[in-house]
C-alpha cells in the first residue's frame, strides 16, 4: 500500500472552548451533571453564559484535541470539522492549522454561529460541559471526501457525531471508505450520556465490525455494555473489536488487543488544574504511537504523557512539547 | 461630598488579547522589541496572526485590567471602552461584567471588529503585543458622560488612549469634569513607546495639574522625564504630581506622595509565567487601596500582591481570589 497522504485523519464537532471556573453550588444550582457534556440551544448558551465567570476561550472539540495531538507528536494530521467564518470561526481554522494540522473543511457563511462549549471547571479540576453545536451540526456528507478519507492510514471519529441527525450517515460512509481503501478506523464513544443518546447505534457499527480501535473510559464502556463490573464490561466488548482502550483517570488505562492486554500507570503529575481533553490527548498519543508502528504498551505510554501534560494547564490542546515529553518512548 | 457611584472608572482601550507562546528567534525574526506595544492595522494583524503559535483569548486592555482588579478587591468600579457588537465584543463585554465591573459604553455595529493584540510570551515570560485597534479607536466623546464621570471617587485612564486621534479631547475632558466635581484623576503612562508618539501631550497635563496620581513604571519614568538614572527620572517628576507610583519589576515599588515616600518589595512567586498585566494589576491594587482610604503604603502592598497573582497565569486580569490573597493587608 502506498504511503498515506495522512497517517491519521480526524473527524469531530469543530467548537471554541469558553472556559470559565465555577463552583459546586453553581453547578448545583443549574442542575448540572458534574463531567458530563450536554447540548444547549442559543438561547440557553446565552443564558448560561451570562451566568458564567470571565473566561479563557481557546480552540477545542474533542476530535480537534486529538490532531492537535497527534500532530504534536509529529504525525502527519488532517481534521475535517465545521466552522462559520466567523471570528470564532477564523480562530479554530488557525489555532489547528498553528497545531501542524490540515484543516480540510471549508468554513462557511451560511451556517450559523461557529460552535462553542461552555465549559465550567470546578475546583476539582471536573469539567461539566454545554455545548452549542451552531455551525458544527451543518457538517454534511458534501464535506467528507472519500478519495481523501482513503489517503489516511486512520480515520478517527467522536462518538459526539451522532448528535448531528444528518451527519451520521456521513460518518459511516467515511468508515466504509477507510476499510474499503485497507485502512484502519478509529472511534470514541465520546461521554457516558452520548452513549445514553446512541448506544443502539454504537452496538451496530460495533457488531458490524466498523470500528478497529474503540476509545472509551471506564463510564462508557460500562454504559455501553450494560455491565457494572469493569472486567465484565471490558470482556463483553474487547472480543467485538481488534482493539479496544480503556482510559482509568489516575488508575492508568488498559487495552486489548487480540489476546493480548496491555497496561499503563496514570503518568505523575504536579497540580490537576482542568481535565478537559485528557480523553482526547490519550487518543492522540495512541494513535501517534500506532501510525509510527510501536507495539501495544508504547502507545499507551504515549497516550498516558500526553493526557498529564493536557490536565495540568486550562484548555485541551498540548501546550508543551509533546514530542520531548514522550522522547523517552520511542 | 456625596458618596460616589463608582469607586474608581476606569477609562481605556477594550481589547480581547489573543495570547501565544513565541520564541525570541520569531520576534528577531519580525523585528519586534521584547516588551513593547506597537499598534498594527488589519492587515498586519492578519499576517502576523497567521504566523502564530495556538492562542488563547482573553479578555484584556490596559484599563480593562485594572478595573476587573479593583472590582476583584471589593471596589464599585465602572469601565468604558468602545466594542464592537461581534463576537470578541460579546466575549469582551461578558468577562468585565462577570468580573464585577458595570460596563458603561454600548456596544456599536459601525465601528469595525473589536479590537485585539496579538501579545508574543517568549519563555522568559516577557510578552510583546501587537495591537489592532479596531473598534477601540472610535471612542467617542459622546461616549464619555460628564455626569458619570462626576460620580466616580477617582477616574483612570491610560496613556494608550491618545493613540486615539479622536479621543484626547474626550480624555482631557473627563480628567477636567473629575477635577471640576473635586473628584481624583488617575492616569498611567502606558508604555515607554507610547511616551515617545505622546510625551509632549503628558507634560503638559502633568504642568497643568490635570494628573493627581500618575503610574509609571521604570523604562516609563526615564522616557517621560529624559533622566537615564532612577532616582533622577523619580526626583524630575514627583515634585510635578500630587501622588508619583513606580512600579520596577522584581525590585518592588516606589510612591512618593507629598512629602511622603513608600516603598514595597515585590510579592514572592512561585513561577513566572506571563508578565502581561503586572502593571494594570499593581494599579489596580494601589487604586482599591486609595478608595479604602489606606496608608500609601498599604495602598502599594496592595498592588504588589494583585500584581503577584496576574504574573503567575497566562492572562492579564485575576483568576484568584484578590480579596483573600490581600486579607493580611486590611
Known sequence: MTQPRFDVLCIGNAIVDVIADATDEFLEEQGLDKGSMRLIDAEEAERLYGLMNPGREVSGGSAGNTAAGIAALGCKTGYIGQVST????DIYRHDIEAAGVEFLAEPRDDVGATARCLI???????RTMNTF?????????????????????????EGYLWDLPEAKEAMEKAMDAARAAGRQTSFTLSDAF??????????RLIDEGKIDILFANEAEIQALSGEDDFDDAVAAVCSKVPTLVVTRSEKGAIAVEGGARARVAAVKIDA???????????????LAGKAKGLELDQCLKLGAIAAAEVIQHYGARPEQDLKALSARVY
Open 133 to 157: 453545536l451552531g455551525a458544527a451540526n451543518q457538517l454534511k456528507l458534501g464535506a467528507i471526501d472519500e478519495s481523501v478519507i482513503a489517503d489516511a492510514g486512520i480515520v478517527y471519529l
Open 272 to 286: 490537576l488544574v482542568d481535565t478537559t481533553g485528557a480523553g482526547d490527548l490519550f487518543a492522540a498519543g495512541f
Open 120 to 126: 465550567l471547571v470546578t475546583p476539582d479540576a471536573q
Open 194 to 203: 452520548c452513549i445514553g443518546r446512541h448506544r443502539n447505534d454504537f452496538l
Open 86 to 89: 466567523d471570528q470564532l470561526g
